[in-house]
C-alpha cells in the first residue's frame, strides 16, 4: 500500500471515529437538556401547589386543583427518575466500552484469541 492510499485510509477511519463520538455527545447532551427541562417543570409544578395551598389556608377551603397538581408533581419526579437513570447507565455503558478499547489496545496482536 502507498503512502498516500495509507493516509486516506486512516484519514477515514478517524473521520468514522470523530463521527461516532460526536453523535455521542449529541445524544448525552439532549438527555440532559431534557432532563433540566423536567426539571423546571416539576418546580414550575411545586410553585403552583404553593400558590394553591396557601389560597385555600387563606379562605378556609379545599382547593380541587390541589390533587392534580400532586399527581403532576408525582408524575414529574418519576420521569426525572427514569431519565437520570438512563443517563447514568448510558455513562456506565461508554465508561466500559472506553475500558474494553483500552485493554484491546494494552494487549499485544499475537496474544488476542
Same mark, same amino acid.
Given at each position: 500500500?502507498?503512502?498516500?492510499? +495509507?493516509? $486516506?485510509?486512516?484519514?477515514? $477511519?478517524? &473521520?468514522?471515529?470523530? &463521527?461516532? $463520538?460526536?453523535?455521542?455527545?449529541?445524544?448525552? =447532551?439532549? &438527555? /440532559?437538556?431534557?432532563? #433540566?427541562?423536567?426539571?423546571?417543570?416539576?418546580?414550575?409544578?411545586? +410553585?403552583?401547589?404553593?400558590?394553591?395551598?396557601?389560597?385555600?389556608?387563606?379562605?378556609?377551603? !379545599?382547593?380541587?386543583?390541589? !390533587?392534580?397538581?400532586?399527581? *403532576?408533581?408525582? /408524575?414529574? /419526579?418519576?420521569?426525572?427518575?427514569?431519565? *437520570?437513570? !438512563?443517563?447514568?447507565?448510558? /455513562?456506565?455503558?461508554? +465508561? =466500559?466500552?472506553?475500558?474494553? #478499547? #483500552?485493554?484491546?489496545? *494494552?494487549?499485544?496482536?499475537? *496474544?488476542?484469541?
Amino acid at each position: 500500500m502507498s503512502g498516500w492510499d +495509507e493516509f $486516506k485510509s486512516n484519514a477515514g $477511519k478517524i &473521520a468514522s471515529k470523530a &463521527a461516532s $463520538k460526536v453523535g455521542e455527545l449529541a445524544d448525552a =447532551a439532549t &438527555a /440532559r437538556i431534557k432532563l #433540566q427541562g423536567v426539571k423546571l417543570r416539576l418546580c414550575e409544578a411545586y +410553585e403552583k401547589l404553593g400558590r394553591l395551598t396557601y389560597k385555600s389556608y387563606k379562605q378556609g377551603t !379545599d382547593s380541587a386543583g390541589i !390533587d392534580a397538581v400532586i399527581a *403532576e408533581i408525582d /408524575r414529574l /419526579r418519576a420521569k426525572i427518575k427514569k431519565l *437520570e437513570s !438512563d443517563i447514568k447507565a448510558a /455513562r456506565k455503558t461508554k +465508561e =466500559a466500552a472506553g475500558k474494553s #478499547q #483500552q485493554e484491546d489496545k *494494552e494487549v499485544p496482536p499475537e *496474544e488476542k484469541s
